[in-house]
């Protein structure tokens, strides 16, 4: 996560200059390209309404501006040019199987506006695949898939608290259209389910990338289910704000963090996988790649809503299992630092040079207090267990090691027993006599309310389960 103004791109337009109406009434503006706001968008909460037109099919290259019902039709390949903006309350509905390729040239890139929606509901027969167009595919090629809500967010926007504009320069291509926060915890920004995004991840500019799925204040209105990104560029998976639960998610081979948390996301996260290839890592600037990277905020400050996400039933699969020495950028299993209070259960951590690393005071004080917990985890295969805290008064390795936490230290990766860890053969189920196979705890106050499904086994899978398997993929670039 990078936060980092630069120079304005302007943005052409394919409608006529004026302001377009939709069937209630609501004004949709043209983005201005001298980054004046035209309209109220800036508010912390925009009405998502309810665009009741007929559907009309997509153009081959996806427009700009999408103001109105817009289908991808089954079977068909799609192109993704530039930043397409999804608004007005229309919804972009993507058949299964369908194709979406980005273009490196224009960055391409789908944003939900704060009242735009999308159904992409994939099967895991034939999946919604967005991917690269370039004819070697590699990491960064294309932009990624933004959702952008208004649910709540700590950050502040010209002066307005609970008003933030996405990283990767969507708001600096188009005033307005970039904004997400606002006080709608169950805000709907539509469904996303069997879905993989492949090779995203583009630099907007230098220290300004997009990750592969970006949700900014989105609300618990909204489905996520069956999402795989693959070789992306910067973050997986990133949440800015917002109460957005989402289960079943793969993050694999990317360069960055694979789920990062930031400015008060209070989401509900179950069944979620990872796994890194040794070789690549963020290798810019003072790169870090870890398993989870949580904030608060940039400045790690207590603005509320806090960071409080929790996570359950993860496997996060890091370097150390298929490399002796990884890229030197791999750090953390898990860094939760800038004050968030985020929460893992049923988890398990397996080689990472660093399984957890609680950073700095203020979310060591959070540990302390149990707003952050840490239980039922597995840690493998990680030469150094926990890093070392600040606070003189608090001691992270017994804190980790308490009896009631029921967390477990493995010297060796395999000792995890997954059936496998290869690139291209990867399958995270535990085998007969795995220790993930018991252990799991679900009578903690966190993982009540009904969002987590209970399980005996610790990690995302189940011996014997399938639900990665089908509408995946696990390959070489």
Known sequence: MKKILFPLMFLSVVIASCSKSDDNGNTTPTPNPNGNTTTDMTKATVERTTNNSEYQEAPATLPKLITSNTVLKKGKVYILAEFTFVLNGATIKI??????????????????????????????????????????PNSGDWGGVILLGNALTNGVKDGIAGLQAIEGGVNETA?????????KSDDNSGIMKYVRIEYPGIAFATNDE??????????????????????SGDDSFEWFGGSVNCKHLIAYRGTDDDFDTDNGFSGKIQFGISLRDAAIADFGPSGASNGFESDNDADGSEKTPQTSAVFSNMTIVGPLVNAAKPADPFKRGAHIRRNSSLSVFNSVFIGWPVGLFIDGT???????????QYKNNVIAGCPTVITPGKNENFNLLTWLNTAVFANRILVNSNEALLTNTG????????????????GADFTKDKLSGGAFTTTTYVGAAAAGDTWFKGWTKFANK
Request: hydrophobic share 30%; net charge negative; charged share 15%.
């Open 95 to 136: 058949e299964p199987g369908v194709t979406i390729k980005g273009l490196k040239s224009g960055k391409g890139t789908l944003i939900i506006t704060r009242n735009g929606k999308i159904d992409a509901q994939g099967t895991a027969a034939e999946p919604i695949v967005f991917t690269s167009n370039e004819a070697t």
């Open 175 to 183: 005033t307005g259209y970039g904004l997400h926060g606002g006080k």
């Open 210 to 231: 997009i990750n592969g799925l970006t949700f900014g204040s989105v609300g618990s209105g909204t489905t996520i289910d069956y999402v795989q990104v693959s070789h």
């Open 362 to 372: 203020g979310s060591e004080s959070l540990a302390a207090s149990t707003a952050l």
């Open 423 to 438: 690139y291209t053969t990867f399958d995270p189920t535990p085998a007969t006599g795995s220790p993930l196979l018991t």
